[in-house]
């Protein structure tokens, strides 16, 4: 009699939790389900309007992703050497140097006493060019230099004085570089204006010549404004890929950014957390065991997704994509990985982890049963107690 009142108050107690749970959906859970994300795309609550593209990770998709051409410095503005001579531009300061074939003349003293044949030559003081990209030189006037190279201005020069000095030449230096500089700010030891040298400088030699970027190689980005159009790009590229470090042109913009990439993990991993990249290039398998792994009590192997938003030009190539989602510049991604095949291990390997990407791992059908018994016995345990003392009493 006592035995089968006890499993009469087990029953009780296992259909209260189950109708409490049905009614109110508020199973204790750390995420959505495999089947939950299968779902929400082949049986969206909206008919034909899927929240996001659902992808395996098996060979094909590695492959169109393997493709997948990101924005890169080279690709945006080309790697084009400046010219072999700058021309002057306005806020320059240019220092003129005038000689004569003979003394006696404009720009030269006569030699008291007798004739030296020799010739004399007259310093200008530094000028900076004005906005309307002229400077003065004496006998000559206004002249016009801004636009034009050292060698332009020289032979302007001697134009304007023939006639007027004894067989003039004249000889142009930039004293001052403003207009030939780029700008470098940011995570730099020393944030300046940079003048280009006449060779051409790459975007390392300017940043070398900043005084280096201070923080770690991987966590070091630089983007580089050029008009109205930017790109940024990570400091590791440029080092690994030398076609990134292009060449920097006048009146460029480069500013040095510290931003460690990072990677969200949740769900039934060994540490839900944002982790960091320890260096630049992390695969699935690796961002993995930086989470602790699957747990064994938890984990359902065929539930791993990683979440991320990918162009539509890339999402396009995958197949049973929704057309709704293509529409947006950015659609949003569930790769799925079934970590039962053994072939998973290698395809975890392939594919890259990338800087805000969520690393998910859905628990498995077992796991929410045993949070289902411990329930009922948390439940049903005070009922069996007072059953027990009731029976003592009596």
């Given at each position: 009699?006592?035995?089968?009142?006890?499993?009469?108050?087990?029953?009780?107690?296992?259909?209260?939790?189950?109708?409490?749970?049905?009614?109110?959906?508020?199973?204790?859970?750390?995420g959505?389900?495999?089947?939950?994300?299968?779902?929400?795309?082949?049986?969206?609550?909206?008919?034909?309007?899927p929240?996001?593209?659902?992808?395996?990770i098996?060979?094909?998709?590695?492959?169109?992703?393997?493709?997948?051409?990101?924005?890169?410095?080279?690709?945006?503005?080309?790697d084009?050497?400046?010219?072999?001579?700058p021309?002057?531009?306005?806020?320059?300061?240019?220092?003129?140097?005038?000689?004569?074939?003979?003394?006696?003349?404009?720009?030269?003293?006569?030699?008291?006493?007798?004739?030296?044949?020799?010739?004399?030559?007259?310093?200008?003081?530094?000028?900076?060019?004005?906005?309307?990209?002229?400077?003065?030189?004496?006998?000559?006037?206004?002249?016009?230099?801004?636009?034009?190279?050292?060698?332009?201005?020289?032979?302007?020069i001697?134009?304007?004085?023939r006639?007027?000095?004894i067989?003039?030449?004249?000889?142009?230096?930039?004293?001052?570089?403003?207009?030939?500089?780029?700008?470098?700010?940011?995570?730099?030891?020393?944030?300046?204006?940079?003048?280009?040298?006449?060779r051409?400088?790459?975007?390392?030699?300017?940043?070398?010549a900043?005084?280096?970027?201070?923080?770690?190689?991987?966590?070091?980005?630089?983007?580089?404004?050029?008009?109205?159009?930017?790109?940024?790009?990570?400091?590791?590229?440029?080092?690994?890929?030398?076609?990134?470090?292009?060449?920097?042109?006048?009146g460029?913009?480069?500013?040095?950014?510290?931003?460690?990439?990072?990677?969200?993990?949740?769900?039934?991993?060994?540490?839900?957390?944002v982790?960091?990249?320890?260096?630049?290039?992390?695969?699935?398998?690796?961002?993995i065991?930086?989470?602790?792994?699957?747990?064994?009590?938890?984990?359902?192997?065929?539930?791993?997704?990683?979440?991320?938003?990918?162009?539509?030009?890339?999402?396009?190539?995958?197949?049973?994509?929704?057309?709704?989602?293509?529409?947006?510049?950015?659609?949003?991604?569930?790769?799925?990985?079934?970590?039962?095949?053994?072939?998973?291990?290698?395809?975890?390997?392939r594919?890259?982890?990338?800087?805000?990407?969520?690393?998910?791992?859905?628990?498995?059908?077992?796991?929410?049963?045993?949070k289902?018994?411990?329930?009922?016995?948390?439940?049903?345990?005070?009922?069996?107690?007072?059953?027990?003392?009731?029976?003592?009493?009596?």
């Open positions: 009699m006592k035995t089968t009142h006890l499993i009469r108050l087990k029953r009780l107690a296992v259909f209260a939790v189950a109708a409490i749970l049905g009614g109110c959906g508020m199973f204790p859970a750390s959505p389900s495999r089947d939950a994300f299968v779902k929400s795309v082949y049986s969206p609550a909206e008919e034909g309007q929240p996001f593209a659902f992808v395996e098996n060979s094909f998709s590695l492959d169109v992703l393997a493709r997948r051409a990101p924005p890169t410095l080279h690709g945006l503005f080309g084009y050497r400046p010219p072999v001579s021309v002057i531009g306005v806020g320059d300061a240019i220092q003129i140097t005038v000689w004569e074939a003979a003394g006696g003349g404009l720009f030269s003293a006569a030699d008291a006493g007798h004739v030296n044949p020799g010739s004399r030559a007259s310093s200008i003081p530094n000028q900076i060019v004005a906005r309307d990209g002229s400077v003065t030189v004496p006998y000559a006037g206004r002249i016009q230099v801004g636009g034009k190279t050292q060698q332009q201005v020289e032979a302007a001697v134009e304007r004085l006639g007027k000095a067989e003039p030449q004249a000889l142009v230096t930039v004293a001052q570089n403003v207009s030939n500089t780029a700008t470098v700010t940011g995570e730099v030891a020393n944030g300046a204006r940079v003048p280009l040298s006449q051409g400088d790459r975007i390392m030699d300017v940043i070398a900043a005084g280096g970027y201070r923080s770690p190689v991987h966590e070091t980005y630089v983007t580089l404004t050029r008009g109205n159009r930017s790109a940024r790009a990570p400091i590791q590229a440029l080092l690994t890929n030398p076609r990134e470090d292009i060449y920097v042109r006048p460029d913009i480069l500013t040095i950014e510290r931003t460690p990439p990072t990677f969200t993990v949740a769900g039934a991993t060994g540490q839900n957390s982790l960091t990249f320890d260096a630049r290039g992390l695969s699935l398998e690796e961002a065991g930086k989470a602790g792994g699957l747990m064994d009590s938890r984990a359902d192997p065929d539930g791993v997704f990683i979440l991320r938003y990918e162009p539509s030009s890339v999402v396009r190539e995958f197949p049973n994509v929704a057309p709704n989602l293509l529409k947006a510049q950015q659609v949003p991604v569930a790769y799925h990985l079934n970590m039962r095949d053994p072939s998973a291990m290698f395809a975890a390997r594919f890259a982890i990338r800087d805000k990407d969520i690393v998910y791992v859905s628990n498995a059908a077992i796991a929410e049963i045993g289902l018994m411990q329930l009922v016995q948390m439940m049903s345990q005070p009922a069996i107690q007072g059953a027990l003392v009731s029976r003592y009493l009596n």
